[in-house]
C-alpha cells in the first residue's frame, strides 16, 4: 500500500461543476495536508493547506481532513478549464514529505 | 522577488560524468528539499535538510549527494550519473519542516 494515494483519475468535469479529489494516507500521525496544482511542464504550486479535522475554504476551493479516516479531499467549485491541471497531495512528517502520484483534471468548457 | 533558483535548467550529460544542480533561495527558509519527478511514479523526495549542516535522505537517496554549507543554497551532486537518473528534478523551500513548499522551476535532466 502506498503512503499517499490519489483518485487515479484522469477526472474530466465540465466548466462551472463541482471536482472532487481524494486523498488517503497511511501515517497516523501526520499532522499536516496540502494541495498543489502543478500544470504540464511547470513546478508545483500551493494551492490548500490544513492542519485540523472539518472543512477549510478559500474562495472556490474547499480542503477536507478527516483524521479518523485518514482522508483528505479538494473541492473546486465553480470549475474552469484555467483549473485543468494536476493535483497532487503532499503529507508531511518529522521533514519527509510524501506525495500521491496526482489526479489529472480537465475542465471543459 | 521572492523564489527558489535552479541551475542549469536543462542539461544534458554521459554516464559517468560528475555534475551538479544548483539551488537556491531566497526566503531566509529553515528547510530545503530535492524531488525527481517520473512519469507514473510521481514526486518522491531524494535528500532534505532541516538546518545547515543537516541533511537527511528521502526515499530514493541512492547515487545522490547533498551539502547545506549555507542557509540559501542546497546543491545536488549526481557523482557518477546513470541513464536511470535521466529525471525531472525540482528543489523546494520552506520556512520550517512540515510546512507548505515552494518549488523551483525544476531542472531537466538527461543522461545518456
Known amino acids: 500500500q502506498k503512503e499517499v494515494e490519489q483518485n487515479s483519475g484522469p477526472l474530466s468535469v465540465p466548466e462551472g461543476a463541482i471536482a472532487s479529489l481524494n486523498c488517503t494516507y497511511s501515517?497516523?500521525?501526520?499532522?499536516?495536508f496540502f494541495w498543489y496544482r502543478q500544470y504540464s511542464g511547470k513546478s508545483p504550486e500551493l494551492i490548500m493547506f490544513?492542519?485540523?479535522?472539518g472543512d477549510k475554504e478559500d474562495g472556490r476551493f474547499t480542503a477536507q481532513l478527516n483524521k479518523a479516516s485518514q482522508y483528505v479531499s479538494l473541492l473546486i467549485r465553480d470549475s474552469q478549464p484555467s483549473d485543468s491541471a494536476t493535483y497532487l497531495c503532499?503529507?508531511?512528517?518529522?521533514?519527509?514529505?510524501?506525495f500521491g502520484d496526482g489526479t489529472t483534471l480537465t475542465v471543459k468548457p | 522577488e521572492a523564489q527558489v533558483t535552479q541551475n542549469p535548467r536543462y542539461l544534458i550529460t554521459v554516464t559517468g560524468k560528475k555534475l551538479t544542480v544548483t539551488c537556491s533561495q531566497n526566503?531566509?527558509?529553515?528547510?530545503m528539499s530535492w524531488y525527481r519527478q517520473d512519469p507514473g511514479l510521481g514526486l518522491r523526495q531524494i535528500y532534505y535538510?532541516?538546518?545547515?549542516?543537516?541533511?537527511d535522505k528521502g526515499d530514493v537517496p541512492e547515487g545522490y549527494k547533498v551539502s547545506r554549507k549555507e542557509k540559501r543554497n542546497f546543491p545536488l551532486i549526481l557523482e557518477s550519473p546513470s541513464p536511470n537518473q535521466t529525471s525531472l528534478y525540482f528543489c523546494?523551500?520552506?520556512?520550517?519542516?512540515?510546512?507548505?513548499?515552494?518549488f523551483g522551476p525544476g531542472t531537466r535532466l538527461t543522461v545518456t
Open positions: 503532499a503529507v508531511p512528517n518529522a521533514g519527509k514529505s510524501t
Open positions: 490544513i492542519y485540523s479535522n
Open positions: 535538510s532541516m538546518n545547515v549542516e543537516v541533511t
Open positions: 523546494a523551500s520552506s520556512p520550517g519542516r512540515d510546512y507548505e513548499q515552494y
Open positions: 501515517d497516523r500521525g501526520s499532522q499536516s
Open positions: 526566503m531566509n527558509h529553515e528547510y
